[in-house]
């Protein structure tokens, strides 16, 4: 079956410039996640959307980043004034339930590199 | 804080070997603990999971240890082949909680 998926699969950007990074989670699952990877840095949590829950923003670096999810599904996350530090994958999981031990399935990410 | 930390760092091993991953966790509330493999150009996916009420769990070439007095638990793989050359994540969770990630190690399998 179709997996998440993820919009573009690379971005090149100018410092300054705000780039929107799109997300489709598979199909009934409830909870969805980004993340940051960064080279040797692991995966960086930066928000979480549970239903119809308020999403848990506590990951976001800065105010310049945020995510927003429509009607349930699709996923959109958007960095302001981009910054060459903001430079990385931006990995979008999704899972059934989003309990502890509901697996992640994760998209191929973005890469995004700011100029 | 670093609630789960992998080592070592990088690891190569030689084909036919036997590959081994530690991690190490302080939250005792943990109760759900997870391996994930992730290869160039591609996300994270799930290899194998344990529960803290069994000390060991194998699937194929790869097994979970786990250790609870020591807060640890690790991934052992067998017979090691190339097609294992990965970064390999540890993680941890419990009850409703998300998964907090270790920064992860990459594998390399030598032929």
């Known amino acids: 079956g179709a997996g998440v998926s993820q919009s573009p699969s690379n971005k090149v950007t100018e410092k300054g410039k705000d780039v929107e990074l799109r997300c489709d989670p598979i199909s009934g699952h409830t909870a969805l996640y980004w993340y940051r990877q960064s080279l040797g840095q692991g995966l960086e949590f930066l928000i979480y959307?549970?239903?119809?829950?308020?999403?848990?923003k506590s990951g976001l670096p800065s105010d310049r980043f945020s995510a927003e999810r429509t009607g349930g599904s699709v996923s959109t996350l958007t960095i302001q004034r981009t910054q060459q530090e903001d430079s990385a994958v931006y990995l979008c999981a999704s899972s059934l339930t989003g309990q502890g031990a509901s697996p992640l399935h994760f998209g191929n990410g973005t890469r995004l590199t700011v100029t | 804080q670093q609630q789960v930390k992998q080592s070592p760092q990088s690891l190569i091993v030689q084909k036919g070997g036997i590959s081994i991953i530690n991690c190490a966790y302080e939250n005792t509330a943990f109760d759900y603990f997870p391996w994930y493999q992730q290869f160039p150009g591609k996300g994270p996916a799930l290899l194998i999971a344990i529960r803290p009420d069994v000390s060991e769990k194998k699937e194929g070439r790869f097994t979970i240890s786990f250790n609870k007095s020591a807060k640890q638990f690790s991934l052992h793989i067998m017979d090691s082949q190339p097609g294992d050359s990965a970064t390999y994540f540890c993680?941890?969770?419990?009850?409703?909680?998300?998964?907090?990630f270790g920064k992860g190690i990459t594998l390399s399998v030598r032929p």
């Open positions: 993680a941890a969770s419990w009850a409703n909680s998300k998964l907090t």
């Open positions: 959307f549970q239903g119809n829950s308020a999403p848990d």
